[in-house]
């Protein structure tokens, strides 16, 4: 099974910290994604990326930057964490878009 | 974005059919997708359908496609306290990526 793991799966971070969360899949996707999970508001895309040191904007890609240097890992930096930052980060992968996607644990989020 | 719609919550007593209902936008969409997401957890693909499929079984779960009306639907037969989550909606529109809904917190009463 693929596995996609999330570094950490709770932080607390300052506002105007730099924060980084990671990513890693094990079956050699091409595809990596970052969504962030609100209630109400469902999954929105942050960022996306095809290949290594490719990347491209989702819906929301405001106030963070993403990373992708080898092709197993897929980094999402918030380069100055704000209040409204708090939230669930989930990672996914895959192989071919209508494959469906691969989810990490998800990594909760809260800054004060 | 696409909206993907969904009611926020649905109820059902233990043994009871669970049906959780989702309309979608993007009339192009080749794949729809059903998620599940446990507390605490990511979400697992549960079941997918091909756009010229009207129906899918798979053990106790169905899906019914109204491409027409652009409405997906979910059923869960003999809905037990494990099925108790978050479920997802999913289209893969245009551009290579998912526009995901947003979600329906079914609750299994014993």
């Known amino acids: 099974d693929v596995k996609v793991t999330q570094s950490s799966r709770y932080l607390v971070k300052r506002t105007g910290e730099k924060v980084f969360l990671e990513c890693v899949q094990d079956?050699?996707?091409?595809?990596m994604f970052w969504y962030r999970q609100d209630p109400g508001l469902g999954l929105r895309l942050i960022y996306f990326?095809?290949?290594?040191?490719?990347?491209e904007k989702g819906d929301i890609p405001e106030g963070y930057s993403v990373s992708r240097e080898k092709k197993e890992r897929f980094s999402l930096i918030l380069e100055s964490a704000s209040t409204n930052q708090t939230s669930m980060y989930l990672c996914?992968?895959?192989?071919?878009?209508?494959?469906?996607?691969?989810f990490g644990s998800g990594t909760r989020l809260t800054v004060v | 974005g696409e909206d993907v719609e969904q009611s926020l919550f649905l109820s059902v007593r233990e043994g009871d059919s669970s049906v959780i209902n989702c309309t979608y936008t993007?009339?192009?969409?080749?794949?729809l997708y059903w998620y599940k997401q446990e507390p605490g957890a990511g979400l697992q693909l549960l079941t997918y359908?091909?756009?010229?499929?009207d129906m899918k079984q798979d053990q106790r779960l169905t899906v019914l496609l109204n491409k027409k009306d652009k409405h997906l639907s979910l059923r869960i037969a003999d809905t037990q306290t494990g099925d108790s989550a978050i479920y997802f909606c999913?289209?893969?529109?245009?551009?290579?990526?998912?526009?995901f809904g947003t979600g329906t917190s079914l609750t299994v009463i014993p």
């Open positions: 996914a992968s895959s192989e071919e878009f209508h494959y469906g996607y691969t």
């Open positions: 079956m050699d996707h091409e595809n």
């Open positions: 990326s095809y290949d290594v040191k490719m990347k």
């Open positions: 993007d009339s192009s969409s080749t794949y």
């Open positions: 359908i091909f756009s010229n499929m």
């Open positions: 999913a289209e893969d529109a245009t551009g290579n990526q998912f526009y």
